[in-house]
Structure formats: C-alpha cells, structure tokens
C-alpha cells in the first residue's frame, strides 16, 4: 500500500512538472508575442525602414511648404478656369492649394495627427519668413540697372503682406480644422472607407479656408455680392480638386503602407 501510494505521488509530481513546464513554456510565447507587437508600435523597426520613414516625412513636408509659399506669391493674380458646365474666376494662389491639404491628408494617414501638426506649425513660420523678406526687399532702392525697379517690385508684392496676412488666418484655422476632422472620421470608422475622411475633413477646412481668405482680402474692397461669388466658386473648385486627388491618396496610402508594413490603424512614430 506505501509503495501505491508514493507511486501514485511521484506521478502527480512528474504531471505537476509537466504542467509546470509547460505553462513556462506558454508563457514565454506569449510574451515574445507581445514583446513583438510592443516592438513594431513603438516603431522599433529596422534601421533601413526607419531612415525610409523619416526621407518620405522630410519629402513631404518640403512639398507642403513650397505648394504654401507659391500659394501666397501667386496669390494676388485672379484667373477664370473653365471646366466647361462652369468658367470659376479664382486666385492664381488656389492651384496649388489643393496640394496642402492632400500632403497632410497622407501625412496624417502615415504618420498620425501629431506629426502632421507640427507640419502645419512649420508651414505658418516659413510663411512668417517670407513676408518680412518681402517687406525687407522693399525698402531698399533699386540700382537704375536693376531687372526689377521700386514700381515693378511694389505692384506685384505690395499687397503680398495683405495676401500672406489673410492667408495664415485661414491656413493655421482650416489645416488644424483638417487635420482635427481627418483623425475624427478615422476614429469614427476604425480606418476604415479612405475616401470618407479624405473627402469630409476637406469639405469643411475648405470652405472655412475660403471664406476667411476672401473676406480678409476683400471686405470693403468689392461688393458683397463678388464676395460670395468668390467665396463659392472658389470652394467648389476646391471640392472638385479634392475629388480629383482621392485616388492619388489612395494609391500613395496603399503603397507607403504595404512599404512600411503597417496595419489598418496603425501609424508611424518618428
């Protein structure tokens, strides 16, 4: 009977030891598991794709700030544009203003709302530095052999500070505004339907971009009549360019996220 009974001890130890072993083991997978996904969402990612994720944030970010720039020195020539259903007469400024708001929209896409707004806060600055060296260029003399003479250079930048002024008003507002609505929809559908977010933050920071930039500008200058019209045709202009770049954002937003192997939701951290 003792030797049964420390027979039957000795199995219960050896099982106890299996289980023991084997709930170790068990643990230690589940902890690598985790150890894993904890090391691909603090971006602990090779160097290569690291330095990949930093040139694409740096590209970016330049194009932003040059589509800005241009938009304020080009802004003071009006053009009519026509799509044939409809002639728009909008700011020369407006063509490459559709860009800023399609890089931030992939910016905030890859690499989440609190990169893009610092983005944003670069682009007010660069904008700052160009107008103190616009009125800086204009207060010294031309030289008589000077391409460019003191009329010349006042015609086509004495509005400029007027121009940037309004500008930034309605940059700063309607690129957070874009970015805030951006992360909204794609919190709201989990990341997914590109095309809602894309669209539906745009919607919005475009027509409060518009009709603060317009009204800056011209409140007490044209009728209030011109100044809706304005303020319309430049907005739809807008939509439709938003509607226009919808496939571009998906195509760059598939590509950068299958390059960087990041899921659904997932985003890089520089």
């Not at 040139?55 to 799509?83: E, M």
Request: glycine share 4%.
């Amino acid at each position: 009977m003792n030797f049964y009974l420390q027979y039957i001890n000795e199995i219960n130890l050896l099982i106890l030891t299996i289980l023991s072993i084997y709930e170790y083991f068990r643990i230690y997978v589940k902890r690598s598991k985790d150890s894993e996904v904890q090391y691909k969402s603090n971006n602990q990612r090779p160097s290569k794709t690291k330095k990949q994720e930093l040139q694409l944030f740096i590209i970016l970010t330049s194009l932003f700030i040059a589509a800005l720039i241009t938009c304020n020195l080009i802004a003071n020539k009006f053009v009519s544009i026509d799509l044939g259903f409809k002639t728009f007469i909008v700011s020369a400024g407006i063509l490459p203003y559709p860009i800023t708001f399609l890089i931030t929209d992939i910016l905030s896409e890859i690499y989440g709302r609190k990169m893009t707004n610092k983005v944003v806060i670069s682009g007010f600055f660069a904008s700052i530095m160009v107008l103190f060296f616009l009125w800086l260029g204009g207060k010294g003399n031309a030289i008589p052999s000077s391409p460019i003479d003191n009329s010349t250079y006042d015609i086509v930048f004495q509005n400029a500070w007027r121009v940037i002024a309004a500008s930034m008003i309605a940059y700063i507002s309607a690129q957070f505004l874009d970015v805030k609505l951006f992360h909204f929809w794609k919190n709201l559908t989990k990341g997914k339907h590109l095309w809602l977010r894309n669209n539906a933050s745009t919607i919005g920071s475009q027509l409060v971009d518009t009709t603060l930039v317009v009204c800056v500008l011209f409140v007490g200058v044209w009728e209030p009549g011109a100044i809706v019209q304005a303020i319309i045709d430049g907005w739809i202009f807008k939509m439709l360019c938003a509607l226009i770049d919808t496939p571009i954002f998906y195509i760059c937003t598939y590509y950068f996220k299958n390059k960087f192997e990041l899921k659904i939701d997932q985003e890089v951290a520089l």
